[in-house]
């Protein structure tokens, strides 16, 4: 049986009198690849804000291989990368240097042999030398992400992982994405790209107002939109999701009776992984 890579408990997150994520919970196996979708202000950022240690939680509790990402915050976060949506590079430093950076920090041994590796693979070797203030968007995107690949994270994090780049580099980043999960790591995505999450993903987390209003495998909610005689496409499925659903913007979670209202905790199944296609979902436990 596959051990949750990441596990997510009752997990609120205030802001002053905003609640912006509220009791949500669930778990990532490995070979996964999870995408978040939802509305601007959802909760997707938020949530990987916190499993990322970026800012702790109001309540609940979550854990990246079993290690809790508050209680013992380095040990987690040398088991997961997170790269943001406009991932901010040192100026002063190298493409290189960002590289070894990484590796120091992530205890990488032989790191320089992977290091170019990850030149290699994202067109980067010609830029080796250049500053992080010289760079163009869509190579500050490429340097975040294989810096966050050179230590093997377990859980790869990425917040609309595709501005910015030319179409051999989405290539490229689809490709990669699809061999981590081959190999056993858990990946989640969030995007308003649904193109990418019909092409990558194999379950769906679908955020609404702090809640998750749908969890489960991709073909799990295509199947139930077609059953309604809707065209199955995941854009459909979005919108029929969080449009169809009434959907009160929730309280400040402050008794039991709150969460009891909420939706029951997801669980997803293991999906079998392949290197070069989106692996197929299996039905909710």
């Known amino acids: 049986m596959l051990v949750a890579v990441l596990k997510v408990t009752g997990f ?3 802001y002053d009198q905003h609640v912006a994520v509220n009791n949500v919970t669930f778990e990532v196996l490995p070979g996964q690849i999870v995408g978040m979708l939802g509305p601007n202000g959802a909760g997707k950022t938020t949530t990987m804000k916190a499993i990322a240690g970026v800012h702790p939680p109001t309540a609940g509790t979550i854990t990246v291989d079993g290690i809790d990402v508050v209680a013992r915050s380095s040990e987690a976060k040398r088991r997961l990368a997170y790269i943001p949506d406009d991932p ?19 205890r990488v041994p032989d790191w320089k042999t992977e290091a170019e590796k990850c030149l290699t693979l994202f067109e980067l070797t010609d830029k080796r030398d250049a500053l992080g203030n010289e760079l163009s968007r869509g190579m500050r995107q490429k340097v975040a992400i294989a810096s966050g690949l050179l230590y093997s994270p377990r859980l790869l994090m990425l917040d609309e992982p595709l501005t910015g780049l030319d179409p051999r580099g989405i290539r490229t980043i689809k490709k990669t994405l699809l061999d981590r999960a081959a190999a056993g790591a858990a990946v989640m995505i969030s995007s308003h790209l649904l193109a990418l999450v019909e092409d990558l993903c194999t379950h769906l987390l679908i955020y ?7 969890a489960g495998p991709v073909e799990q909610a295509r ?3 077609a059953a309604e005689g809707l065209d199955s496409s995941l854009e459909e499925v979005f919108f029929r999701v969080t449009e169809g659903i ?10 039991d009776s709150a969460t009891d209202r909420l939706p029951p905790a997801p669980h997803f199944p293991p999906a079998p ?7 197929e979902a299996g039905p909710l436990a």
């Open 246 to 255: 009434a959907a009160a913007a929730p309280a400040k979670p402050t008794d």
């Open 223 to 225: 199947a139930a939109v």
């Open 208 to 214: 609404q107002k702090g809640q998750i209003i749908f």
């Open 12 to 14: 609120s997150k205030v």
């Open 273 to 279: 992984p392949a290197p070069s296609t989106p692996p």
């Open 88 to 106: 901010n590079l040192f100026e002063a430093l190298s493409v290189w240097e960002h590289l070894e950076l990484a590796a120091a920090l992530y």
